[in-house]
């Protein structure tokens, strides 16, 4: 199967059209002619997963993350992309980037169903299609109330992670006075949804990235948040893609990349 053929199964859920006009999807390096028997999958093009895609022979690094965001003056040894660019060259290996746009058709709705939200819609749409807005995010209903303790449990079971970093759970009034059932999900970084997750209503944001100050102002205006980390929540990437290929291209060997957290607390 050819990279292009690959390339035609990958947008035909998550269209590069689809992504934010500031991202850099598609494929970065390499021929759409290549032919592709196997496929390594990392939620970044870090110099542990392009080598180790390399040890696997794999023949296409399919990440989340642009390995490439901005233009680049050179090509060398001397800069870390560079350095990436060069080993991916060299072993012959193909990378292909699908970023805001499986943000937009395919992430938001992983993270709601691991929520098991109900009556769903976009947080922040950044387009319509045919079916309507497209965007950024989800909000929807939880099938019972919970409070914000519970919440954070079931966040960290749906998403698998250990920790989380919690915004309006100590004193009133700030954070949710009821019992919560309306959720708002920004898998990845929402500093710039909170307005969003506010406008519509919702209790409790759940995300990653978010700093003192979005914290406690979010706080504040009674929206409680659930920081789960920007590897924590957007990792499912890694499955799902096994999963979906496997399905679409079965005759392809996909290979994951190991739980690699970017960062620990000591």
Known sequence: MTCREI??????QSPERLACDWDNVGLLVGSEDKEVRQIFVALDATDAAIAEAAEQNADMLLTHHPMIF??????SEQDFIGRRVIALIRHDI???????NFDVAGMAELAAERMKLTDTCVLQQTGENENGPVGIGRVGRLPRPLTL???VLRTK??????????????????GPKEPITRIALCPGSGKSVIG?????????????????H????????GLAIIDAGHYGMEKLFIPYMKQYLGKKAPELSVITEPPRQPFVYL
């Open 196 to 212: 969003d997750a506010l406008k519509a209503k919702a209790q409790v944001l759940i995300t990653g990235d978010i700093d003192h």
């Open 149 to 151: 303790a519970e919440c």
């Open 70 to 75: 901005k233009g680049l003056k050179k090509v």
């Open 157 to 174: 079971e749906a998403f698998g992670v250990d920790t989380v970093k919690v915004f309006g759970f100590t004193q009133q009034p700030y």
């Open 214 to 221: 979005e914290g406690i102002d979010a706080a504040a205006r």
């Open 94 to 100: 193909v990378c292909y980037a699908m970023h805001t």
């Open 7 to 12: 390339i035609k199964i990958l947008t035909s």
